[in-house]
DNA sequence: CTTCTGCTTAACAATTTGATAATATTATAA
DNA sequence: TTATAATATTATCAAATTGTTAAGCAGAAG
């Protein structure tokens, strides 16, 4: 599983980084670490993680003060932030939660665990538009030009992976025939309007099902 | 803090669901409470609530199950889900979160912490400005240009989802004919009079209620 | 140079939508 | 109650929209 989703993670135990840091990247996440706090803002700053991982309890600015700092920041306002800690009291668990961060765990905490909620968090954020794109047995490889579909190579060409690539990446969403115009054809060409019509065609063609649904008079949406 | 969101608790044991209930009631939460795993897709079905809390061995269904279950129908995908159990064992958690679910708490859990964690998924979900008007159980999602009404797709044509949208997005307010002829039609086109009682009929015949008020010689207005 | 591939378009078919006319029904005031 | 205006209902047709196919063209590959 590749996911490309950018996670900071702040200890001041260099044992528990470690083995943070090898199950996340083991799960194909990108990982920064910081030894304590004013580390923790300072890699945040220069790395835009997509998520952040606190301990309370370091040198220096803790991880409570840490969140709230980062939460003043306008680019950090839609981060995630996460708790971790051996602090188990509920005070601070109410606390930090307060703080705007969006969970707390408890040291110990088993690595599939961490892993799950980690995942469940990006799930909700839908935060998967880096590299691989997977919806149901679907998968597409913006990098490689490569789709995937129940384990079976799928050939597309650009304009089609270009097309399907755009439907994919909200599933659901309907994008506008303008929409579609300007992401994949951009704003100086243009094409008939037919053009997207067989476009559509060819990949409902090739993937054998139909996973494109047509909104009369607005547009495309994909859905499995 | 926005409240008045509606929550649907699951659980067999009667002294919990009492405690959870209270507690959310205090914090503004319009509560609901099921049972066992039948009675929960049942409501979260006829109320659709915003977040469903889940004990997870319950008599009948189970919570994962339901939490399946629920994901299937469109409705539900988006919406909130806990597991709240006795149960502390990593697989179960790791499968439950893996079923789709936002979050995982064991029992014993204080109010507080409970709170707390709401509190911060519902904060979460506010900030993804999501496009979808919500009204009892009919949902309008502008994005996805779908309508839901009880956990059922209803497929609407373009101008009748306008039409919908737009007098479901003040509800109660009595919309002129010629308000409705400018925002659905625009300024430039000219229809006839019948025309907008053609589209209401088709609405009410498509969602099965009559949702739709008639003003007479006025307009009409959108009431659940 | 030839062959192949991908992209676009034209032309037509198929489908859906939206507007209207004609008629029935309902609400309201006199 | 009745007359009247407003709305509901239904069927129908034209227009809008999309689906499909085949063909042409340009550039890459052989």
Redesign the pocket.
């Known amino acids: 599983m590749t996911k490309g989703n950018k996670i900071l993670i702040a200890d001041d135990e260099p044992d528990i980084l470690e083995i943070i840091e090898f199950n996340l990247q083991a799960q194909g996440y990108e990982v920064i670490t910081a030894k304590n706090g004013d580390e923790a803002i300072e890699k945040a700053k220069k790395e835009s993680p997509d998520l952040i991982i606190l301990d309370i309890m370091m040198p220096g600015k803790n991880g409570i003060e840490v969140c709230n700092q980062l939460r003043m920041i306008p680019a950090f306002k839609q981060t995630l932030i996460v708790f971790l800690t051996a602090l188990s009291d509920e005070a601070t668990e109410v606390k930090g939660l307060e703080t705007g961060a969006d969970d707390y765990l408890t040291k110990p905490v088993s690595p599939k665990v961490l892993i799950s909620k980690i995942n469940s968090l990006f799930r909700r954020l839908n935060k998967e538009e880096t590299g691989i794109i997977k919806i149901g047995d679907l998968q597409i490889n913006r990098e490689k030009y490569g789709v995937t579909f129940r384990g079976a190579d799928i050939?597309?060409?650009?304009?089609?992976?270009?097309l399907l690539s755009l439907l994919a990446s909200k599933p659901g969403k309907v994008f506008l025939?303008n929409e579609i115009l300007n992401q994949v054809?951009g704003t100086e060409?243009?094409?008939?309007?037919?053009?997207?019509?067989?476009?559509?065609?060819?990949i409902?063609?090739k993937l054998g099902i139909d996973c494109i649904t047509?909104?009369?008079?607005?547009?495309?949406k994909f859905e499995m």
């Open positions: 050939v597309l060409a650009r304009k089609e992976f270009e025939r054809w060409v243009i094409v008939g309007d037919r053009t997207i019509d067989v476009h559509i065609r060819k409902r063609q047509t909104v009369k008079g607005v547009g495309y």
